[in-house]
């Protein structure tokens, strides 16, 4: 397949790489811009220096690229050691790894990687000393280390030691004051002078100039008096770039071979030459850089080989004014475009061949590729969105065939292509059902899109095969799968699902059909896949179940493939899946995973078991130890996105692949790799999100971070962050990066594409900080970068201090000692003194218990005998009020005798409980509220046969201000119950329970009850003393009104 594009093949052997077995390809260029992070439209020079960098400058000063990233440099008027001037010609790098910038108004500036600071040399007016002008052009470092500045005022040689120059003029011999470029000769010998009137060679042995001039009578002149560039190659060869055409100057004949544009296209493209560049890569070639497009001179042919502009294609130059051409040291090609920008190119950037076969296209859309077969060995067919693609890599001939009735804008939007017959394909359509091509004939006819019914097929039909049983599959969108029927030319229904389901039954959108090497036919549907049983036409289907990691990874199946195991890759909306037939379990692959995308296209197999992935965010390869490796359009792609279902693998082993912008096309065996491993850089260091550098206030770097070894930092120094890079100038937005703080990480980091990390609160101590880096190809660095870090203690965890603190510690336990044991002593006296004294007090206070106890028993048989007198004195008063209750006949007064009788033997009741106790100030309610009752019951207990007391109370007890009150309560209703129950039988219950140093009192009786109404609008003396009582108690009265009335009293213990 690397013929396809034979009319090409001029361009593409232009950039064939000796010792890189790479394929084919067309130049493609990539474009660093303002999108890249490079802001310099007006580029004059590149350099590639010898640690890695690329060095571009122009009118916006100079940028320094890692592969990655662009630091930019500009001058800066309050900062000395700033460039010097924005505006740089030309850059060097001298024998001490310097980079020396001339500039165009600013003299010149030399930039110390190990400082990184820049130091200005400048034109003094009078200083003879000084630099000659501020404009310089060209700059050669000479053996002996001296440094020579071309300006526009003559030539200056620059004593590096003691910042003298030494000028040169047109007196010395020059040609011209206007110095346009200086090279040093091949032997070291010589300096090569590009000026405004010829060529100036400088011997160094002996200080004199000699010259070459355009001299218009003579052929054997230069061909032009103005001169740009200069290039020895090989040795003893001086290519001279002039503004009449490139020059070639034999250095030991002396003769000198023309070489100028003309209408032949095997010439040079324009006569001002600006740039003249070799390649290591390419011994064979130079590239010359004029004002009209980028030249090839091929040495052995002496022909030319033009590359212009190509404004439309993002991948090709975007200008036609080379300024500059320079070889880079890993096989790349830098070219400065005037008023465009900088542009690269590598052969790796060329894995993949890129063919955007609709070249009439009036919209990217139609330019999609969405199959694709091989004829034969010469001859391959691609169906597009704009019709069928014929070509013969034999003739190098391509042609293209279209469907002429019907909407143009739809009718040639191509689905699929099946084979029939050797000479008879079938092409399916969004629009208009199946189309057959005739190949011997070169022919496009429809097919009937009728059913057995009668009715038509809907006209959007997607994947259709022609399997090893010659049967015809096609497949709907919207009805289903149906099979063709050869003799009544008709497609037949053959249900996948349930035809009952209408609406939203997901297996009749058919999105891919497949036979495999077992001959079983797979259909890969909205709903799932599914495997056809040809015994009874039944499908097995399998499907998405969520929470099972061993199920299809979704239901929207895009693509079948099988590999060489036989297991099937099934390309879904939401990953890839890899179907073992023997357990029928699915193995899926996510972006978490490596996959550059989840939204799976389509997948092959390649020669050496891997697969290849089509996805929605590029290329990704899939190899045999579970790794991935992701390819998009920086590795040469023509577009991310890769078209459904198309993929297709031909006889040789090549791949295929749809995508939005065309085809790509590549031999998975001949995929170039960057095999060089990246050079690792610990680029700087930040505290507390700000960078330090040398010299600054921080005091901690006298030297660039790439330059110093070792750092020390205080404890108060808390946030530390290191920033690294890979020097990798193909695709280093690929790189990966570990990295470890020995002393503190117990291992490598993950891998990570960050390139930076940060460590806060770190102990005392020291520590290494090292990483390494794999390139885009995944090949390691083989050395880390790494630098030391001392944190350093607070004050008090020093060893001066620790040291101190000991000896001031064994000090003052010493003296503690001492101390200790002239107290021990004091006090031993003192403690016999004191002995003494409290003896004496121990007696002393014997003596006043003895007393005190004696009082105490006194005063308890006082309380007793007076609670003895008082109860005698309450049952006194009590047999004076039941005496006179007996002489009294009105009926009232005798009951108000009574009830002030049977309080009073309450309250004596009380009173003999207290004398009779331990405790002179407690009664036990339990016992008392007991003896009470049996008190009042045999004052009334001729009243009643029967009588039945029931009473329930905890064993607790209460002072005599809240005995008192509950016992006169008590009485009143108890006595309240013996006076008014008129049944034969009376039954009183009384609960007193204790609960959280609450009294919770309830009582009733079998009585009829009176209202709460009643009760509190009672005048009665029994009822108000009770209201009175509860005050008292601090208490809660509430009457609950049911069949009898009960009575519930709530107070505190």
Known sequence: MQKIILFYCSIILLFSV?????????????????????????????????????????????????????????????????????????????????????????????????????????????????????????????????????????????????????????????????????????DHSRLFIATGNGLNILNLATMEFSGIKHLPDQPQSLSHFYIYDILEYPKGILWVGTGGGLDKLNLKTGHITHYQSDADPTTLSHDVIFSIAHHPDHPDKLFVGTLDGLNVLHLRKDTFSRIHSDQANPHKLQGDNIYKVSAGRDGSLWVAVYNEGIFQYHPHYHKFNSVDLVTDATDKYYSRVSSMIQHDEDEYLFTTYSGLFVQNIKTGKTAKYTISTGDQSSVNRLAMITRITPDIYWISTWAHFVYEWNHQTKSLRPLSHQTPEGHFLPEFNLPILHDSQERTWIGNSEKGLFIWNPTTQTADPFPIGDTLIQGDNHDEFISYIFEDSQQRLWVGSQGGLNLLNETDHSFTKFAHKDGDANSLSNNKVNHISEDHAGNLWVSTELGLSKFNPTDSSFTNFYTHDGLPSNVISSTLEDARHNIWVATAEGLSVLDREGNFRNYNQQDGLMDNYFIFRAAYKDSQGNLFFGSSSGLEYFDPLKIPENTKPPSVQITGIDLFNTRITPGDSSGILDRAIPYTDEISLTHEQSVISFHFTALNLINGHKNKFQYQLKGYDKSWRPLTTQRSTTYTNLPPGHYTFQVKACNNDGFWSTQHASIGLTILPPWYLTWWFKTLFTIALLGTILYQYQRIEKNKERLENLVVQRTAEIQQQKEQIETQHDSLQEKNQRIESLLRELNHRVKNNLQLVSSILNLQSRSVKDKNAKVALIDGRMRMQALSLLHQKLYVSDNDSQVNCKTYISDLFDQIEAAFKSRYKTLQYNFEGDDFSLGLDKAIPLGLILNELITNSFKHVQDEKIEIHLSLKLEEQLVHFTFWDNGDGLTSHTIRESNSFGWSMIRSLVLQLHGKLDIKESQNTKILLIFKK
Do not use: M
């Not at 990233?69 to 790098?93: G, I, M, N, P, R």
């Not at 000479?142 to 040169?168: A, E, H, M, V």
């Not at 003029?169 to 206007?178: H, I, P, R, V, Y």
């Open 18 to 186: 000796q010792g890189v077995r790479a394929q084919e390809l067309l130049p493609v260029f990539r474009e660093y811009g303002a999108a890249q992070g490079i802001n310099q439209p007006f580029p004059y020079d590149i350099l590639h220096s010898q640690s890695g960098y690329v060095w571009v400058a122009g009118e916006n000063g100079l940028w320094k690229f890692d592969g990655q990233d662009f630091q930019h440099y500009a001058h800066e008027v309050k900062d000395s050691t700033s460039l010097a001037f924005d505006f740089v010609w030309v850059l060097f790098e001298d024998s001490k790894n310097n980079i020396w910038a001339g500039t165009y108004g600013g003299g010149v500036s030399k930039y110390d990687p190990r400082t990184d600071r820049f130091t200005n040399y400048s034109y003094q007016k009078n200083n003879l000393n000084s630099l000659s002008d501020d404009q310089v052009r060209g700059i050669a470092e000479d053996p002996k280390g001296n440094i020579w500045l071309g300006t526009s005022n003559g030539l200056c040689q620059l004593n590096p030691d003691t910042g003298d120059f030494t000028r040169y003029t047109t007196a010395d011999g020059l040609l011209s004051k206007t110095i346009r470029q200086i090279k040093l000769s091949a």
